[in-house]
Each structure stands twice: as C-alpha cells, then as structure tokens.
C-alpha cells in the first residue's frame, strides 16, 4: 500500500482533518455514558428534575456535536477517497499506455480491466474505512478501558483476558482468509475474461450453435467464483460473532461481579451501567478493528495486484528522446539478421530475416498461418524488439528514435479492424490530428471508401458506434486503410487489411495506393494476387524465409509461394 502513498497528493489534508473529527465524535461518545451515570445516581435517585434536565441537555448537546463532526467526516473522507481512486486509476491508465504488446500479452485485457475497476475500488474503500476509524476505534477501546479502570480498577481486568483473546482470533482468521482472497481474484479475472470473449464474438457463438457449450463454459467459472467468494466470506464472517461471544462473556462478568458490589455499596447502580455501556462500546471498537483489519486484508491483496501493474516496466524503452537525423542514401527500412519470438514461445517466430526497402517499393510478404508474417511488421514501429539483430529506418536503428518521430513515419493497418465511437471525420483525424478536409478526401478515394461515405446520411459526420459496429466488415476496413493513409506516411503498412474485401476492389485499392502512394509500402496478405505485383515478395513458412524476389522469379524457384498461387488461381 505504501507505494501508492503518491497518489494522494492533493487530498492530505482532508486526510488529517477527517481523523480528526472522527476523533471529536468519539470524544464526545466517551463522555455520554458517564453524564447518563451522574443522571441516574444523583438526578433520578435524589428525584432531583432540574439535575435531570441540565445533563440530559448535555447529552443531547454532545449528540449534537458526534452528528455534525460525523458529516463532516464522511464527506472530507468521501472526497478525497474518490480524488485518490481517480489518481491512481489515471496513473494505471498511463502506465498501461507505454506498455509493450508484450506487457499487454503477459497480463491480458481481462485482468487489466478488473485492477483498473474493481481492485482500486477495493483500495478505495479501505483508504475510506481507515480515514473513518484511524482514530475513532482505538480511540473508544482505549478511552473506554481508562474510564472503566477510573469506576473500578479490579473489574476493568476483564479487558486483560477479552482483548488478547479477540487479538487471536482475528490474526487466525487473518492467516486463512489472505490467501483465499488471492484465489478469489484470479477467478474474478478468468470470469471476466470469459465474458468479455462471449460479448465479442457473440455472432460466432450464435453462427456455430455454441451458446450452451458457453452458457456451461461461464457458469464454471461463475461457479469456482462463487464457491472462492463463499469460502472466504463465511471465513472472515466468523470473525463479528466470535468478537461478539468474547465481548458478551465479559458483559455477563462485569454484571455478575458488579453487582456483587453494587449490593455490597461500593458501586452505584449509575456506574455498573455507565460500566456497561463502556464495554459496548469497547466491543464495537473490537469489531470496528478486527472489520478494518478484514478489509485491509482485501485491499492489500489489490494493492498487489495494481503495484504489479505499476511496476511492470516496458520491455520498449525509449534510449533518446531528441530528434533523429536519416542517414542519407541509406535503405529506407533494413532487417539485419533480425530473429524475435515471443516470451514463453517453444521456438522464435521469425529467424535471421534480412532484406533492404529502398524508398518507393513495394514489398509482399506472405505465408501460411502463423507463418510470422505479422511478426515482421510489427518489429518496425518496435511493438516488439528484436530478440536477435536488429531493424533499421532511414539508417538509423529504431531503437535509437524516440517513439513519437519514429510512429509518425508509419502509416499501419491492423488484421482486426478498430474504429472509435465518433463521427468518421474525428476518426481518420487520427493519424494527424491537424489533417485537413482536402487530404481526408484524398485518403478517402484511394481507400475506395468514397462511395459509401458519401451515401450515409450525414457523410463525413456520421456518427460510428464502438468498434465500427454499425458499419460492414469492408467499410471498416477501407476506413482504417484511410486512417492510414491521412498526412502522406513515410511507409504504410497494410497487414491482411483487404481480407473482407472483393477481389475487384482489392485490385482497385491496389492500383490506387501504387499509383498515388509515394513512401514504402508493405502488402502482408494470404492472398498471392495482393502481392503478386510487389518489388519483392518475401515467402514465410515457421518464421523462416524461404523464398524472396518477384513473382516470376519465385514461381520457378519457390516451392511454397507455387503452390499458394496454384491453390488460388487454380
């Protein structure tokens, strides 16, 4: 928890006083029970009104003052638990935006969402719990203990037994609850998980009948979820009533022994009820404790879970943030005995590729599944590193360039088309966010997105949902081609962009980016007419080259690239 101390700057004094009321609050609960003593042993034994009436104004008073510094407490506590929630979540938001594709694999969407949410709620509370009863609880024990030792210093030894026993029990149930929290979370995550996959591919699941096959798939991990919640619940529940049973034991003692010497007149029937009410209220601060310990349990198991994330370091470090100068006449991208593969993989994805770009060609490269074709290009915007020799743009490695200059050169298409809720023109504004209307209609027209905009209703603000749901498969991929192409990148990257597409206008894109596309171009496609017109056709199978030149030239020499073209044309 402590390495989360920096997120609440700005809320430390709200942090100070809201203690402190609480502190006023219970001050003011200390001294009720003995004004309610001095009522009964003077005002009602002496049938004295006017004693009666005095202190029960005090009472009410001090009521009074417990209710308005409680307000007071709650909402000091309440704003500043939601400003540090915000800060911590924003710093998470942060973090998890300079992460690697390779941090993003290793946590998965599922669990980063659950610790961005539900995890900092958790902290959240807790923060909102200890504001609450920093020093309200020890406060009452302590107190509570010293005036019942001020009544009667014999009587007030059954502290000395109720507190270490209470003590016990809460650190045995510490002990076994810690790690089922633990359990708890994992299986939210694996719940969430499920879910989120169910939601997005609820057409695949409708299109193959698989709908029980899920329903059973998510009600298992519903179900590990809820038995983990119930374990740890009915474990940590234990703890109220055993709290409970030790504190009423002892209330039955200071009844029996003080009402030996209430007979006996050295205690008034005032104190054995101010007595009373000091061991309630030492009670509730026993169980205000052992709740507080119990949600500090909870909330550390999350701190974890979020330090894990803040301390995760990306695997893509920038080394200079100053501008890089090109090499002059230098290849405008070169692979260079270039190997990767990814982190717990048996064996690399791609294996000493090396091959020079010159400005203005066009390079294919195509494949089996799993080939390694997507592995190539997403080493040049450095989604990943090398895990072996190295990639070089304008001469310079790209491990030399900050991120900025070296992710504006490229203009990329992802397999997966993904369009932002908003209007189409703040969409392909993306890319270069000053573009105007002019090179929004140019990217447009080489993307053969042209027509379709221009029969929507409103054209160019047509309001998208998430995702691009409310456009068809091809019309969110001729957008994300357009995205690319906005502001003239230096090399445009279409990595299987054209899968939802006909043939026809995958050849009219085709002719359009060659013809008005003046930086290099990479065409990853499963298609051999995609690439069948590339300056050169780089053929991938298991993560090595086994074929690299033009068509021709590959269709005699190519085994591999032969028999995909045959496959297709054939």
Known sequence: MRKLF????GYRKQMV????????????????????????????ANQDVRYILIFGAIVIGLNIIGIISAVICQKLAANSTAGIAYNIRKGMYNHINTFSYAEIDKFGTATLNNRMTHDV?????????????????????????????????????????????????????????????????????????????????????RAFNKEAYEEQRFARAANNFRKSSVKVTMVSALLNPITMTIVNFA???????????????????????????????????????????????????????????????????ESNHQFVTPVPNSPKIEFKHASFGYAGAAKEAIKNLTLKVYPGETIGIIGGTGSGKSSIINLIPRFYDCTKGAVYVDGVDVKAYPLQQ????????????????????????????????????????ISQSEEFVN???????????AGGKNLSGGQRQRL????????????????DSASALDFATDAKLRKAIKENVKGVVFLVSQRANTVKNANTIVVLENGQVVGMGKHNELMQSCSVYKEIYNSQTK
């Open 121 to 205: 709620d958790r902290v959240r509370k807790a923060i909102g719990s200890f504001l609450r009863s920093v020093t309200r609880a020890p406060f009452l024990l302590l107190g509570s203990a010293i005036m019942t030792m001020l009544i009667d210093i014999k009587l007030s030894l059954v502290f000395l037994v109720i507190i270490p026993l209470t003590l016990s029990a809460v650190f045995i149930i510490m002990k076994f609850t810690d790690p089922l929290y633990n359990k708890t979370q994992k299986n939210l995550d694996k719940m969430s998980e499920i879910t989120r996959e169910n939601l997005q591919g609820s057409r695949v699941i």
């Open 406 to 445: 070296l992710r504006n050169k490229i203009g990329l298409v992802p397999q997966k088309a993904v369009l932002f809720k908003g209007n189409i023109k703040d969409n392909l504004k993306w890319r270069k966010k000053d573009a105007t209307m002019e090179e929004i209609y140019k990217a447009v027209k």
């Open 455 to 465: 029969e929507l209703s409103d054209k160019y603000d047509y309001k998208i949902q």
């Open 480 to 495: 994300t081609i357009a995205r690319a192409l906005v502001g003239d990148p230096e090399i445009l990257i279409l990595d």
């Open 17 to 44: 006083f809201a203690p402190l009321f609480k502190f006023l609050e219970a001050a003011t609960d200390l001294f009720i029970p003995m004004m309610i003593a001095n009522m009964i042993d003077n005002g009602v």
């Open 251 to 317: 209330i039955i003692a200071v009844l029996y022994f003080g009402g030996v010497q209430v007979n006996s007149g050295v205690l008034s029937t005032g104190q054995i009820i101010a007595f009373v009410n000091y061991m309630l209220q030492i009670s509730g601060a026993l169980v205000s404790i052992a709740n507080l310990i119990i949600i500090f349990i909870k909330a550390s198991t999350c701190a974890k879970r979020i330090n894990e994330v803040l301390d995760t370091k990306t695997s893509i470090v």
């Open 6 to 9: 920096k997120y609440f700057k």
